[in-house]
């Protein structure tokens, strides 16, 4: 079984579009999103459409953490959460913080 992990894509769509570019040419078996999602100075929203639209097993990261609780601590959420929409919001309080995917 070939796996792959995206992680910190951080909001930068422009990245993330060759990477999903790439992973079409690839074919994996299963794709697996670590986290640390959209929270980032380029796309946040436009990132987070992409990524949901993969609809591959999804950690929360610390970034989804920060994003929820309103640490505003990080520039890179404050950035963000503006710009994310309500239904954004509600997929991301829907990752799990863990993950099984075999026995």
Same mark, same amino acid.
């Given at each position: 079984m070939?796996? +792959?992990v /995206? +992680? =910190?894509? #951080?909001?930068?769509?422009?990245? /993330?579009? +060759?990477?999903?570019? =790439?992973?079409r040419?690839?074919?994996p %078996?299963l794709v697996?999103? /670590?986290? %640390?999602?959209?929270?980032?100075?380029?796309?946040?929203?436009? &990132?987070?459409?992409?990524?949901?639209?993969?609809?591959c097993p999804?950690l929360a990261?610390? #970034?989804?953490?920060?994003?929820?609780?309103? =640490? %505003?601590? &990080?520039?890179?959420?404050a950035?963000?959460?503006?710009?994310?929409?309500?239904? #954004?919001?509600?997929? *991301?309080? &829907?990752?799990?913080? *863990? /993950?099984?995917?075999?026995?």
């Amino acid at each position: 079984m070939r796996v +792959a992990v /995206l +992680a =910190d894509t #951080h909001g930068n769509l422009l990245a /993330l579009e +060759a990477v999903l570019a =790439d992973l079409r040419a690839q074919a994996p %078996d299963l794709v697996v999103n /670590l986290g %640390d999602l959209f929270t980032g100075p380029f796309d946040p929203a436009g &990132s987070a459409d992409a990524q949901i639209a993969l609809g591959c097993p999804t950690l929360a990261g610390n #970034h989804e953490r920060n994003l929820l609780e309103g =640490d %505003d601590a &990080s520039s890179s959420v404050a950035f963000a959460r503006p710009l994310l929409s309500e239904a #954004h919001m509600r997929w *991301t309080k &829907s990752l799990p913080q *863990t /993950l099984r995917l075999a026995d």
